[in-house]
């Protein structure tokens, strides 16, 4: 299995419009991403995100906060863990909370996850993303499942 870490954020004059810009920034607006829940195969690669096909059905394991509160601080955090056997992925966010609070605790979690697996860490990745509330915005970060059949061909 291969997969890609993304983030992005960005403003917008409603909050789907910011949440559509978030994920243009973290290079995944042209897609249709179908939420999963955060299971990870034996051997997991993490790659960088190639050119996605544009309408592509996209696996994800997504987190996103959105604030229209202007100086509001949102943050987004991805923990993930890989082992012999399997991995897991864990999201967590939060507004105006310490980012590495966010962090940490995503940690904690898939820390906990693979331990109620009996599986040990040969890999711990945490992708974070934090944003200053201007008018109406949106963080994302997201793990991508990748596959040929979403690959654009070049």
Known sequence: ??????????????KLNSFDNALIDAKIGDVNLI????ML????????????????MVNCVLATITSKKKGDLISSSLAIAIGDNLGCVVENSAI???P?????????????????????????????????VEDIATVVVALIYLN???????
């Not at 299995?1 to 409603?14: L, R």
């Not at 195969?41 to 592509?56: C, F, H, M, V």
């Not at 693979?114 to 200053?132: C, S």
């Not at 040929?148 to 070049?154: C, P, S």
């Open 1 to 14: 299995m291969k997969v890609a870490i993304v983030s992005g954020s960005s403003e917008g004059p409603t």
């Open 35 to 38: 939420k999963v829940s955060s």
């Open 41 to 56: 195969e034996k051997g997991t690669e993490i790659n960088i995100l190639p050119k996605l096909k544009a309408g592509a």
């Open 96 to 98: 105006n909370k310490n």
């Open 100 to 132: 590495e609070d966010i962090k940490k605790e995503a940690e904690e979690m898939v820390k906990y996850m693979m331990e109620k697996r009996n599986e040990k860490i040969n890999e711990l990745v945490i992708e974070e993303i934090n944003h200053v």
């Open 148 to 154: 040929d059949d979403i690959i654009a061909k070049e």
